[in-house]
């Protein structure tokens, strides 16, 4: 119920960001057709302060003026003495200069290309550079009457223009919202996280539980047959209850070293005594300790123990907990008569061990999880491997605060290979 409660709230957020996304979207729409509207205002009082000035000059001008006047080209012939008038003072007038200041005054800097039209919309005054926009010029330019004459000028840039008067309010908003979409995709993260976690410390604790019941109770039972005065044991019987209880108290040894061993990785105070160690040395203790157990299931180890120079700088403890996790975990996921095969080699700077099993493998989908701490490999309905997730990420930590590497090689169904490189000096702070 909490876990939907949570799915719903998680839902309600996203809904409510995008729909900030898409209210700010709709603003600055809003806002640009706002300032396209106010750009259009503003050219259009530009381009009456430019006509008002060329037509009160243009009256003044008489036609002996026009027809004495040297050097000047007129497109069209026939042209009415006013036009005639309003297009000798536009040559007279350094009208580039002019729109551009004009404009200016305005606010508006934007490019601008401008020409003179008649009323069958051919050119009267079109300089070279503006005739590639003459179809622009007629179709989406601002005009303002110059007497029988249309006065056209057209912006090839607005829209860049309108956007970088907009930038400011676009990045902000922009940033706003990549922000809020960061922070909700952290906190879903971060709850999908959780709502995991809390799974598998669940599934851990009925686990955990599981495991201490059955050797608890059996040293119970053991104890009671030993004490009970009315039941008469014989030295044989007595011998098995008492290996029974000490079966069963060094598995609860085990079970609380690994949950110790978690709890170091966990708070990440791992303490290390490094001294001269002979790793072959603490290979081989490890593998008598486990030779009963792993006989008992029909399996065996072979040692190829190659390196040349075995002898590191580490934690012997904590190394020898590296080597019993591994071996045990190949055991645990092996078949019966399970074959674990342990090398060692020298590197330049230190020697590499391998620990291979012929087990069931690992998916690849699960490889890269292998060392997470409580994680644990799916097996389906098969409920028969027993732990608790916590070894491999204890081994993981443990080689990384001695500075060395580990990685896993598997193919499911055929096996899996622990790789550990360890330095002769790890020159741990």
């Known amino acids: 119920m909490q876990g939907t409660k949570i799915s719903w709230l998680m839902g309600v957020i996203a809904l409510a960001v995008i729909a900030v996304g898409f209210i700010q979207v709709k603003w600055l729409v809003t806002s640009l057709e706002l300032q396209q ?21 243009a009256d003044e001008m008489s036609i002996d003026s026009v027809s004495s006047s040297q050097g000047q080209t007129f497109i069209a012939d026939g042209l009415q003495r006013k036009s005639r008038a309003v297009l000798l003072r536009m040559e007279s007038l350094p009208m ?17 290309v401008f020409g003179a039209f008649d009323r069958y919309g051919q050119p009267s005054y079109l300089e070279g550079e503006s005739e590639e926009y003459r179809d622009l010029l007629i179709e989406e330019g601002y005009s303002v009457a110059l007497g029988p004459l249309q006065f056209r000028v057209y ?11 907009q930038l400011g309010a676009f ?7 990549l922000v809020i979409s960061i922070g909700l995709i952290y906190v879903m993260r971060s709850v999908l996280k959780s709502k995991e976690l809390v799974r598998i410390r669940r599934d851990l604790m009925n686990n955990l539980t599981h495991e201490l019941k059955t050797p ?71 593998v008598k300790n486990v030779t009963m157990q792993v006989r008992r299931h029909g ?47 020298g590197t330049p700077d230190g020697i590499e061990l391998r620990v291979k099993d012929n087990g069931l493998g690992i998916p690849k ?48 169904g055929k096996g899996t290979t622990f790789i550990l490189n360890l330095k002769i000096d790890p020159n741990i702070s």
Do not use: C
């Not at 990045?171 to 919202?177: E, K, Q, R």
């Not at 040349?308 to 591994?326: C, G, M, Q, W």
């Open 96 to 112: 580039d200069s002019l729109l551009v200041l004009v404009l200016a005054e305005n606010g508006i800097t934007a490019q601008a």
């Open 37 to 57: 509207k106010v750009f259009d205002s503003t050219v259009e009082q530009s381009l009456n302060t430019i006509s008002h000035w060329i037509l009160v000059e």
């Open 216 to 286: 608890i109770s059996t040293i119970g039972l053991a104890s009671e047959a030993l004490g009970d005065n009315d039941l008469v044991l014989n030295h044989e019987q007595q011998k098995h209850y008492i290996n029974m209880i000490r079966t069963e108290n060094k598995r609860l040894g085990v079970l609380v070293e690994k949950v110790l061993q978690a709890s170091l990785t966990d708070s990440k105070v791992l303490t290390l005594y490094i001294q001269e160690l002979n790793v072959h040395d603490i290979i081989k203790v490890v």
């Open 299 to 345: 399996g065996k180890i072979e040692l190829y123990l190659n390196a040349t120079n075995p002898i590191i700088n580490a934690d012997k403890i904590h190394i020898t907990n590296v080597i019993f996790n591994l071996v045990d975990n190949a055991l645990k996921y092996s078949p019966d008569k399970a074959l674990i095969e342990i090398y060692s080699s």
């Open 155 to 165: 912006f090839p840039d607005i829209k860049n223009h309108l956007l970088k008067s």
């Open 365 to 412: 989908e699960y490889l890269g999880k292998v060392f997470e701490r409580l994680f644990r490999v799916p097996t389906g309905n098969v409920h028969d491997v027993k732990g608790f997730g916590l070894g491999l990420s204890y081994v993981k930590t443990v080689i990384e605060r001695h500075n060395g590497h580990i990685y896993v090689e598997s193919e499911y």
């Open 171 to 177: 990045l902000l908003s922009g940033v706003m919202i």
